[in-house]
């Protein structure tokens, strides 16, 4: 079980990239996916979530609007693209399998990870 994170770089601020998170040995058809961010210094903080069961997507605030987080099931796939990055954007970007606190509204921050992660894509936004 593997999930394999790639697409980062270098781009100058208001560009984009688009990340993705390649899951093998597993089906994404039967998990959540969602994206993290650790910058220097500090935690790793949620960005975005795909749910499994309907596609529903959810987004922290600082990137709603910028960020788009989809799922190609045939190439069990997850991608989030980011436009209009910005320097608080940079970090190392992880992709996990998450799943959401039983009971709760279906809202970003009902969601955590579970127990699979990717290795990590750098992300540096520079002039």
């Known amino acids: 079980v593997q999930l394999q994170a790639s697409g980062g770089g270098l781009v100058q601020p208001g560009g984009s990239l688009r990340l993705s998170c390649v899951a093998s040995g597993f089906n994404l058809d039967y998990y959540a996916i969602g994206w993290f961010r650790q910058a220097p210094g500090k935690e790793r903080e949620g960005v975005s979530y795909?749910?499994?069961?309907?596609?529903?997507?959810y987004y922290a605030d600082f990137v709603k609007g910028r960020f788009t987080i989809s799922k190609d099931n045939a190439k069990n796939t997850v991608y989030l693209q980011m436009h209009s990055l910005k320097t608080e954007d940079t970090g190392v970007y992880y992709c996990a399998t998450v799943a959401m606190l039983p009971g709760l509204e279906a809202k970003f921050s009902s969601w955590y990870p579970t127990r699979h992660w990717g290795q990590g894509t750098q992300v540096t936004v520079s002039s």
């Open positions: 795909i749910s499994n069961s309907d596609g529903s997507t």
